[in-house]
């Protein structure tokens, strides 16, 4: 991020100039595209398109092209993070060390910015993808997403009390991710 860069609207591919609608409500809306199981990659591809640019005639390679683009860009904001490989292309086996998740946390992130003087549902169509990225990376430690994330990354420390221990644990399965599984250490 750039602070003497203006926000994007429009991109060159192909050398056509295509606009693009990457506020953070519609960037959200793409993202259910492409976690919805009941779609094709190809469906995904080009209604994700569709909602950022509008219709298009491009070749389906090309759509995956631009999408592949627009996604390493304007949504990760140039931070590709994709799957670590090894010297042959294999995919490496990773930890999980996802502390949030955009549908699964919304009510939080809500209330998060609701914190902070901000009301997303107000911002529809009005904040950016990258600023809202921005502001959620840094909201303040008194937020309650902050301190979600701080229980879901707590790990017991030597001496500390069993009460203690077991409130915290409580508190990381009511927050847990779906679909996360913590392997629990003894108390002892």
């Known amino acids: 991020m750039r602070l003497n860069d203006p926000l994007v609207t429009s991109f060159f591919f192909c050398d056509v100039e295509y606009p693009i609608d990457l506020s953070f409500d519609n960037v959200l809306d ?3 595209v492409f976690r919805d199981p009941n779609l094709f990659k190809r469906q995904k591809v080009e209604l994700g398109i569709e909602l950022l640019i509008g219709a298009t005639d491009l070749e389906f390679l ?18 590709d993070s994709g799957p670590e490989t090894d010297e042959l292309g294999n995919e490496m086996p990773t930890k999980s060390n996802k502390s949030i998740d955009l549908v699964a946390d919304a009510k939080y992130i809500y209330a998060s910015f609701r914190q902070i003087g901000i009301n997303l549902f107000q911002e529809q169509g009005k904040l950016s993808w990258q600023e809202f990225q921005a502001l959620l990376v840094s909201l303040p430690d008194d937020t309650i997403m902050q301190r979600i994330i701080q229980i879901r990354n707590w790990e017991p420390q030597k001496g500390m009390d069993a009460k203690e221990k077991k409130k915290m644990r409580e508190l990381q399965r009511k927050y847990a991710l779906p679909n996360t599984l913590r392997e629990e250490e003894d108390d002892e």
């Open 62 to 79: 090309n759509l995956l092209e631009m999408w592949d683009f627009i996604r390493v860009e304007f949504i990760l904001l140039g931070e």
């Open 30 to 32: 793409v993202l259910d």
